[in-house]
């Protein structure tokens, strides 16, 4: 092996271990009303207050990725529904948790106008 070639094999392996040693997973899950079974859409998932997020597609699906190995906490909200929270949701490495949600409806009472 020539020596421009062995010092390229070097530095990216240098450069990958890193990334491996974190570690990082998943987490998918589908948002669905509790009284009609029904998929919601346009439903907030943040995982650890807002640092991974996205919003559940038109069958009430979500993905996030590239989330760090370890315990997690998750907020699931969407106006007219009650915020759902959950703590100790683990990520492994490599892995997709799922973890599917069940919204109840929650009347959001307006002010009167005048």
Same mark, same amino acid.
């Given at each position: ?13 240098? %450069? ?12 998918? *899950? ?7 079974? /029904? ?20 069958? *009430? ?8 190995? *370890? ?10 529904? &009650?915020?759902?929270? &959950? %703590?100790?949701?683990?990520? /492994?490495?490599?892995?997709?948790? &799922?973890?599917?949600? /069940?919204? %109840? ?8 106008? &005048?």
């Amino acid at each position: 092996m020539t020596h421009p070639l062995r010092l390229a094999l070097v530095i990216s392996v240098v %450069a990958i271990c890193p990334l491996a040693a974190q570690g990082v997973g998943g987490l998918a *899950g589908k948002v669905i009303d509790a009284t009609n079974d /029904r998929p919601v859409r346009g439903v907030e998932v943040r995982i650890d207050g807002g640092r991974y997020f996205t919003t559940t597609d038109t069958l *009430g699906q979500y993905w996030i990725r590239g989330i760090p190995v *370890g315990l997690h906490q998750m907020a699931v909200t969407m106006l007219g529904y &009650r915020p759902e929270r &959950r %703590a100790g949701i683990e990520i /492994r490495t490599g892995e997709i948790t &799922r973890a599917d949600v /069940r919204l %109840a409806p929650f009347a959001v009472q307006l002010a009167e106008l &005048r």
